[in-house]
């Protein structure tokens, strides 16, 4: 456990009811008079709950992980987890208790060495040997890593450099592995994602490319050499040496025999679907995680679904646990009543119980042989979307924050699909539904008028097709209805459609700017409803450049902001960059540098920001900057100075304190209102009070 984190959830409970008491005035009440010195800032928590992402190594419901999405168990019933958001490996032992096996949180380099001296990156595939061994795939490293029963970790195999080169393994070369498997010979498989690739270490530590990795991604059976995938993101192996493919990007569950063919064994081809029965009519919507017991009956971690599919040996598809389209929410229970938020990986073990690393909702999650899914480890977040006062509320999932025309905070909560409203006093109520595009953005202009963007992939469409994504935009009224807004023309002939909505922001003419994350521009609807593009080109593939109108690129563009003088101000999210377009159209990276990630403070380019998705300016013109990344939040002046407001590096998940002392979990929204500051988390809203 580290030290500077709280030393027990008893402490951390501690410290929120303090917090909460004097938020509600409690211990005085009544005006403190113009002699009491001022507060010292402070983070809060407003409404919803700390539960969910965080780390903290404790007993069973008291520790926290951030979004794991590896998963797997030694033969004494040690489970291991690739705790992914918080770049370390966990272990939890008799009586749930969960330790730190390895690296150091926060910290993603490429190091070797005993226990916390070792460091990871973004880790997703685990597997284990039957000597007790650890074999972890460093995904964002691009190396396969060992660990042995006493905690010394060294790379396997890969240089750290991304690349497609087979060899001996300490020159070998990967890209993007997610996934990795060990048969009883010792023989370590990979997935080898970004070269859409199975790769295998023997033991004598040579890398060979076995299937696949033919340059690009696609679907095709066959020959081993010939055969094609797309992402793999789960590998198991059976004890006759046949291993199992999880293909995200495809939908598909594969097999590569003992005989060098390739087949699909269960899933339709670029269809995605929750369609139960013969393994050749079933659909699978972004299959993450795979596990094989020894009779052969293939268990799939369904994450689109949010379900556990199993495919039995004679080829039938069956959803043993989860509630596929339900909401983004974690719930134990029965076969019939359990959810699952997120399901990334899983582990089978001799009992024949399902271990599931549950990422959506930063848990750890066991299915028993009769479906009866319970939590083994980690704090669960309440995001059932329940009304209420403060933490007694609770959201399906934060989206964005906007501050309503007579202060009241307004918050697009996608997992319930509706607007809620949380008031001065912390009541939290429910305004609108969206229907069924979950609201992914919310502006208010100068007079209290609210905007709400929304966004949505069509489920069950053919990915080859020319389906696309769904946006829409509304007005919201008084009365909570919310009116369609439809642009009517496109005078600059880039199109009137909407497409998807990450970001919303209202300017002084009433015109309505928003981002569209997906094609990677910045669009402009005027009050007589003419779409246009102001910045940027419209294109899947995203980029970084500067310049004016189309001659700009951005990389997942998020949330932006609009000052008085019509200048926008965006978080250019893949990029790592927060972006500036004059009311000109001239693009020009404000601060942070393109495509350097990290958490440095500084003038312009010599800051550095991880993820950031979120921005929000105050009347003297500073920028708040939502660094998602790195658990952060930002100040930028206008001068760009960039300075951290509150969080601790790589820390996620949320503690209440000072500016120093507190940590957040992943922000993702942000709104001004006075002295106060409004970040939102994924199932709660923070509030950084007298942030000057």
């Known amino acids: 456990m580290r030290e500077s984190l709280p030393r027990s959830p008893a402490r951390i409970a501690a410290v929120c009811i303090a917090l909460i008491v004097a938020a509600c005035g409690g211990g005085g009440g009544g005006s403190s008079g113009s002699s009491s010195p001022p507060s010292a800032p402070a983070v809060e928590l407003l409404a919803g709950t700390s539960g969910g992402p965080g780390y903290f190594d404790a007993q069973g419901p008291g520790a926290k992980f951030s979004y794991p ?219 993450s995680g795979i596990a094989v017991d020894p009779a052969g009956n293939v268990y799939v971690a369904d994450k689109g679904n949010r379900a556990i599919r199993r495919i039995s040996a004679d080829g039938i598809v069956t959803t043993i646990a989860g509630k596929p389209n339900a909401s983004f929410c974690a719930v134990d229970g029965d076969r019939a009543s359990a959810q699952f938020a997120s399901p990334a990986a899983i582990a089978i073990s001799a009992s024949g ?155 002084a003419g009433g015109d309505l700017y928003w981002t569209d994350f997906v094609y990677n521009i910045v669009r402009k609807l005027s009050p007589t409803l003419d779409a246009t593009t102001i910045a940027g080109v419209a294109a899947y593939a995203g980029g970084t450049a500067d310049g004016t109108g189309a001659s700009a690129r951005f990389s997942s563009p998020a949330k932006l902001a609009v000052d008085s003088g019509g200048n926008l101000y965006l978080a250019d999210s893949a990029n790592h960059t927060i972006r500036k377009i004059t009311s000109s159209g001239v693009v020009s990276t404000f601060a942070g540098a393109p495509g350097a990630s990290g958490a440095a403070d500084g003038v312009g380019a010599a800051a550095r920001f991880s993820n950031p998705t979120a921005v929000a300016l105050d009347n003297a013109g500073n920028l708040y900057v939502a660094d998602t990344g790195n658990c952060l939040v930002r100040k930028v002046t206008p001068a760009a100075m960039v300075t951290t407001l509150a969080g601790i590096p790589g820390r996620c998940g949320f503690t209440p304190g000072s500016l120093s002392m507190a940590t957040l979990d992943s922000p993702t929204s942000l709104a001004v209102k006075d002295n106060d500051l409004y970040v939102g988390m994924p199932y709660g809203i923070a509030v950084i009070r007298n942030r000057r």
């Open 69 to 287: 999405q590896g998963i797997a168990l030694d033969f004494e019933g040690y489970v291991y987890v690739a705790d992914t958001g918080n770049r370390v490996i966990r272990k939890i032992g008799p009586q749930r208790m969960v330790a730190t096996l390895a690296g150091w949180p926060g910290d993603g380099r490429l190091l070797d060495g005993m226990g916390s001296a070792a460091r990871f990156g973004a880790s997703r595939g685990l597997a284990t040997d039957a000597q007790g061994n650890l074999y972890v795939a460093d995904t964002t490293n691009h190396v396969i890593r060992l660990i042995t029963p006493a905690g010394m970790v060294s790379t396997l195999a890969g240089t750290g450099v991304k690349g497609n080169a087979d060899g001996p393994a300490s020159s070998a070369t990967f890209s993007s592995p997610s996934a990795v498997a060990v048969d009883k010979l010792g023989n370590v498989y990979v997935g080898d994602t970004g070269n859409t690739a199975i790769r295998s270490i023997s033991r004598d530590g040579v890398v060979t490319t076995l299937a696949g990795g033919l340059g690009n991604g696609g679907h095709a059976d066959g020959p081993a050499a010939q055969a094609r995938f797309g992402a793999i993101m789960g590998l198991a192996v059976d004890d006759l040496g046949n291993l199992y493919i999880a293909d995200w990007s495809i939908q598909v569950i594969m097999k590569l025999g003992r005989d060098g063919m390739v087949s699909t064994i269960a899933g339709t081809p670029m269809v995605v679907g929750v369609a139960d029965g013969p393994a050749s009519t079933a659909t699978f919507y972004a299959p």
């Open 353 to 507: 119980a399902l271990y599931v690393a549950d990422d959506g909702a930063s848990l750890i999650r066991v299915v028993s042989p009769e479906g009866n899914v319970t939590t083994l480890a980690g704090t669960a977040a309440n995001c059932g979307g329940e009304d209420g006062v403060g933490m007694q509320a609770s959201f399906g999932s934060v989206a964005d924050l906007a501050i309503d025309g007579v202060g009241n905070l307004l918050v697009a909560d996608g997992g319930r699909r509706a607007i809620r409203k949380v008031t001065p006093s912390a009541q939290v109520s429910t305004l609108a539904q969206t229907g069924v595009l979950p609201p992914s953005a919310v502006a208010v202009d100068g007079s209290g008028q609210a905007y709400v963007g929304g966004y949505m992939f069509p489920a069950l469409c053919r990915l080859q097709s020319p389906c696309d994504w769904v946006g829409k935009m509304y007005r919201m009224g008084t009365d909570g209805q919310m009116q369609v807004i439809t642009p009517v023309s496109s005078s600059d002939g880039t199109g009137a459609e909407i497409k998807t909505i990450a970001g919303l922001a209202v300017g």
